[in-house]
């Protein structure tokens, strides 16, 4: 049995109680949350890539990626799709919600060590991507050269601004680069998709993996561009989104194939996902 | 040792002090299910088989799983329910269908807390099939009308009544309490054979996902209504949908049965749904069934009991469709 | 009645040999000599599988709205309810009379209790007939409405009694609206449950709401084809409910029904200065 965090200890569907103690506005439409448990803990210590389920009582209740986490909190990002993120986006900071998980598999920190890392990010798919990245800046030793490549709609369309401007690019051997469909006038950096820019970057294929998210049709169009610039599926390591509502393999609607998206995923490499059914 | 027909109501009366008894009943001319016993009468053990399955005493159609408070200090308190019941008259196809249900429920790496609970204060108790129902096939899907392996306890039909086989703990203690009610003696009437077969086997498990593109997908799903008569009425199905009833400032979070029939099963919130119409949604269901459970749990996901067949609107039936996949695949046993 | 199936067979394998159309829908056989499944004919060969005897019980008109853009003409089998349920559809400008060619087939009443009380055994539109008419049982309004004026005798009391019982059994299976013909909104109020309009819980307040709203989005263009009732698998009466519908109508505008050629405008749906009001 798998190990989980939750009010009742021995009931994985029961959420905890936690409140918001920090809001930050990504994008007009994005949503940073951070997130501890009533007597000031981290709910739970996710690894990078999985998943937490989010409540707020009364609204409902839906899966997010964790994108970080420090001593005493976890962060989601959540973009307004529909009801429940629109009411996400009314709360206040210290609001109380539910929270549960951490769920799902994680992105294989360990069969990546000793490898160059390319993150590519696209839109609100930076989110589950930036678990890595914090992950691979806190076990810096464990990996070689760090590569962000992101791209959104628009420069107002970019989260994480303060990582990717300030942050990230003071890491040690990490260069960030960023682009944007359609840049404004105030915009200094790339106009361009994520994967022409990639292709222009021409990163090598020697011990590398990529890590990729993003919206489907931006994933279609990279991986393209990965696999002319030579890169294997069995090193592009990406996640999947299912409509869940238990998180833990047993609702039945996330599954791809035998495969449940909750519990199997969200990671799968490009290979994985060549072997289950196309209906994603 | 065998349980005489005229101990039958004796037998039930002394089970009755360990919880509560749920027996097949006929509700109305057209509808039968498990419900409790009348404390009088011998149960009806010729249904074959009862409208609804007995699932439902395990996984209700609606269980409520916490109820929260959001109008002053927030609060959610656990909600736990599990009665002592006894299930009895269950079918082979049911007592295997609770089978595939405690794989799912109480493996695969998180245990679901409100099914264990319950399952734990559940007793089966099975009865082989003197005859079977039109729509029956459990014996082309692995099973015996005679056999009951995961029941708590077996009665087998004789001239005169029961052959009573414990066949765990929670089935010994039911012998033991029924020990001045039996007696040695008494043979099992033969198995009767299911009339409707098909041709089940599994290479054709195998072979049914590797032709996901395969055009039959299109031509089984076009009779198809889209309702969730299968899914619900079906022993096995076990999707659950979470949701709550908010009565401003409180409310309950509740978990319900749900059909992946329905588009909105796996419509995503920005509307994006990976299985669109009737064709995936089908497929799907037929999928899980025959192949993808399977893979994970073992065994099949349909245990043969025929509702499906005998209730949906179309009269689509799942061993037609087997057939036809094992003639065009050229998988037959 | 074989003549009959075999001019069918002709009939359907003509329309497909020429052209005219690119699917027939009709019945064909199951494994149970007492069933028949709807059947959906694309090849002249194949047209060898339509059958016509009395278990020819499903109703097929609801199956056009799986594809309600056609990129041919659509066959339909119709019986006398079959016709008006086109007409329904039709009415309600779900599909064009245009893209559909009806093969009407007079009905003597199938193996279903709803056909003792038919008044159109004869198809109400068609493009071909096969067969000659059938004659018309005499169904008098009595008859029509027997099940509810024996319900309207009890008292209010002891009705409510009744329908709980009866709602009380409802599992929110859909399938008494999936085979409605009169229940053709693209997409059914029951199924935004974000909206929140139906809630999913099975219990005595969300089955009325459902079984109420069903009868009265459905209640003044019913065309009694009694399919709702065949398919409830908890055999909910539900033809009583909507025949008190139309019984009501009838006693306060006359005798109405619906799917005709010549009907009235659905009743409830439209609004005149002159209409009754004395009941307010």
Redesign the interface.
């Known amino acids: 049995?798998?190990n989980?965090d939750c009010?009742?200890k021995?009931?994985?569907?029961?959420?905890?109680?936690c409140k918001v103690i920090k809001i930050t506005q990504e994008t007009p439409d994005v949503q940073t949350y951070r997130v501890q448990t009533l007597d000031g803990k981290r709910p739970f210590t996710p690894m990078p890539g999985q998943l937490g389920m989010f409540s707020l009582?009364?609204v409902?209740?839906?899966m997010f990626s964790v994108t970080a986490y420090g001593e005493d909190w976890i962060e989601t990002s959540i973009k307004k799709?529909?009801?429940?993120?629109d009411a996400f986006h009314e709360m206040a900071e210290g609001q109380?919600i539910?929270v549960r998980g951490p769920y799902g598999n994680h992105f294989p920190v360990d069969p990546c060590k000793g490898k160059d890392l390319l993150f590519i990010g696209g839109g609100i798919g930076l989110a589950p991507v930036r678990s890595f990245i914090r992950y691979a800046f806190a076990h810096r030793a464990d990996y070689g050269k760090i590569d962000i490549l992101y791209g959104s709609r628009s420069p107002a369309d970019l989260v994480f601004k303060e990582d990717l401007f300030d942050n990230w690019p003071k890491e040690p051997d990490t260069a960030v680069h960023v682009t944007v469909d359609r840049g404004d006038e105030t915009w200094e950096g790339n106009v361009g998709m994520v994967p022409g820019y990639l292709e222009e970057l021409a990163f090598q294929p020697v011990n590398r993996k990529v890590i990729l998210c993003g919206p489907p049709i931006m994933i279609k169009f990279t991986l393209q561009s990965l696999l002319k610039m030579g890169f294997s599926k069995e090193d592009c390591i990406t996640t999947l989104?299912?409509?869940m509502?238990?998180g833990?393999?047993?609702?039945?609607?996330?599954?791809?194939?035998?495969k449940f998206v909750c519990?199997d995923g969200p990671v799968f490499t490009m290979a994985e996902l060549d072997e289950l059914?196309?209906?994603? | 040792m065998q349980l005489k027909r005229e101990n039958l109501i004796p037998a039930l009366r002394l089970l009755a002090a360990q919880g509560e008894i749920l027996v097949p009943t006929a509700v109305d001319e057209k509808v039968s299910k498990f419900a409790p016993w009348d404390g009088s009468s011998a149960p009806d053990l010729a249904l074959v088989n009862t409208t609804l399955p007995p699932k439902d005493t395990l996984f209700p159609h609606q269980e409520g799983?916490?109820r929260?408070?959001?109008a002053g200090e927030?609060?959610?308190e656990?909600i736990v329910e599990a009665p002592a019941r006894i299930l009895f008259g269950v079918r082979p196809c049911d007592a295997r269908s609770i089978d595939c249900m405690d794989k799912?429920?109480l493996g695969?790496?998180?245990?679901?807390?409100?099914y264990a609970r319950r399952r734990a204060n559940v007793t089966v108790i099975a009865h082989t099939c003197a005859q079977t129902g039109p729509t029956c096939f459990c014996d082309s899907m692995g099973l015996s009308p005679a056999e009951a392996p995961s029941a708590d306890l077996l009665l087998s039909d004789t001239e005169t009544g029961w052959l009573v086989t414990a066949q765990t703990e929670k089935g010994e203690a039911v012998a033991a309490l029924w020990k001045d009610l039996t007696a040695e003696g008494g043979e099992a009437a033969p198995a009767p054979a299911c009339t409707l077969k098909t041709n089940m086997s599994d290479a054709l498990a195998g072979t049914l996902?590797s032709r996901?593109?395969d055009p039959i997908w299109d031509e089984v799903c076009h009779a198809c209504l889209g309702c969730g008569t299968c899914t619900y009425l079906c022993p096995t199905c076990?999707?659950?949908?979470?949701n709550?009833e908010?009565h401003g400032g409180e409310?309950t979070?509740f978990?319900c049965w749900?059909s992946?029939m329905f588009s909105d099963?796996?419509?995503?919130?920005?509307g994006h749904n990976?299985?669109p119409s009737k064709k995936?949604r089908l497929r799907?269901r037929y999928?899980?069934k025959l192949?993808?459970?399977k893979?994970?749990y073992g065994q099949i996901l349909c245990v043969g009991c025929g509702r499906c067949v005998g209730h949906c609107p179309s009269h689509l039936d799942i061993t037609a469709f087997i057939d036809k996949a094992a003639e065009r695949f050229g998988e037959g046993k | 009645m074989s003549d009959i199936q075999s001019a069918l067979r002709e009939t359907a394998k003509k329309l497909l040999t020429e052209g005219t159309v690119t699917c027939v829908i009709g019945w064909g056989e199951t494994r149970f000599p007492d069933k028949t499944t709807p059947i959906f004919v694309k090849t002249p060969e194949d047209a060898e599988k339509l059958v016509w005897n009395a278990h020819c019980v499903c109703g097929l008109a609801k199956y056009m709205l799986d594809n309600r853009c056609p990129e041919g003409k659509l066959a339909i089998c119709v019986r006398g309810c079959d016709s008006r349920a086109v007409n329904r559809i039709v009415e309600d400008k779900q599909y064009k009379r245009e893209d559909l060619y009806l093969i009407g087939l007079p009905c003597e009443g199938k193996d279903a209790p709803i056909c003792a009380t038919c008044t159109h055994r004869n198809p109400v539109v068609y493009d071909v007939l096969l067969g000659g008419p059938v004659p018309e049982i005499e169904v008098s309004q009595e008859d029509r409405f027997q099940a509810v004026t024996a319900l309207e005798g009890l008292t209010p009391a002891e009705q409510y009694d009744y329908w709980q019982k009866q709602f009380s059994k409802c599992i929110h299976c859909y399938a008494c609206r999936n085979a409605c013909p009169a229940c053709n909104c693209t997409e059914c109020y029951a199924d935004q449950y974000?909206?929140g309009w139906q809630g999913k819980q099975i219990d005595k307040a969300e089955n009325q709401v459902y079984g109420l709203t069903r009868a009265f989005h459905v209640g003044d263009r019913c065309i009694e084809c009694g399919e709702c009732e065949r398919v409830c698998p908890m055999g909910l009466p539900i033809m009583s409910q909507t025949r008190k519908i139309l019984k009501d109508i009838n006693d306060l505008w006359g005798n109405y029904e619906c799917g005709l050629t010549d009907s009235r405008p659905h009743i409830l749906g439209e609004f005149d200065l002159s209409d009754r009001d004395d009941f307010m």
């Open positions: 049995m798998v989980h009010t009742c021995d009931n994985p569907l029961v959420p905890q109680l009582l009364g409902g209740e839906a799709t529909g009801m429940l993120t109380q539910g989104e299912m409509r509502k238990c833990i393999g047993k609702c039945g609607r996330c599954n791809i194939g035998s519990l059914p196309d209906e994603m | 799983m916490y929260y408070k959001t927030p609060s959610l656990e799912v429920f695969d790496k998180y245990e679901d807390a409100f996902v996901f593109e076990y999707c659950f949908d979470i709550h908010d409310g979070q978990r749900d992946c099963y796996t419509r995503m919130a920005g990976p299985r995936e799907n999928l899980h192949a993808y459970f893979e994970r | 974000r909206v």
